[in-house]
């Protein structure tokens, strides 16, 4: 009954902005470390940005203080947002959480994923 619904993705030009979404739907959610991973045809998905339940944030090292990560609990969304983007970002960005529903038994979750390209 967990979904995450992503938005946000789409074309952009070289040194553009673009600010990704992960919304989760569901009733009593309790949703602790979320992540934004990407993952280019042909290779490994690989992590982009991590924020746990209390806001700490963990980054790739190609991020180079380009992208920021936020979320909004009231909302039960977490935020990628992406500055100064290179051609070299232009994959399919994917949300991931790790979600309990009234159970409280935790598990972990994946959007289904948004194209992000980056015109040179």
């Known amino acids: 009954q967990v979904q995450l619904v992503e938005s946000g993705g789409g074309l952009v030009q070289a040194g553009g902005s673009l600010t990704l979404s992960c919304a989760a739907s569901g009733s009593d959610l309790t949703i602790n470390t979320v992540g934004w991973y990407r993952q280019a045809p042909g290779k490994q998905r690989e992590m982009v940005a991590i924020i746990t339940k209390g806001g700490s944030t963990t980054y790739a090292d190609f991020v180079e203080g380009r992208f920021t990560i936020l979320r909004d609990n009231a909302k039960n969304t977490v935020y990628l947002r992406m500055n100064s983007l290179k051609p070299e970002d232009t994959t399919v960005y994917y949300c991931?959480?790790?979600?309990?529903?009234?159970?409280?038994?935790?598990?972990?979750?994946w959007g289904q994923g948004t194209q992000v390209t980056v015109s040179s």
């Open positions: 991931n959480a790790q979600i309990a529903r009234i159970d409280g038994i935790f598990r972990f979750y």
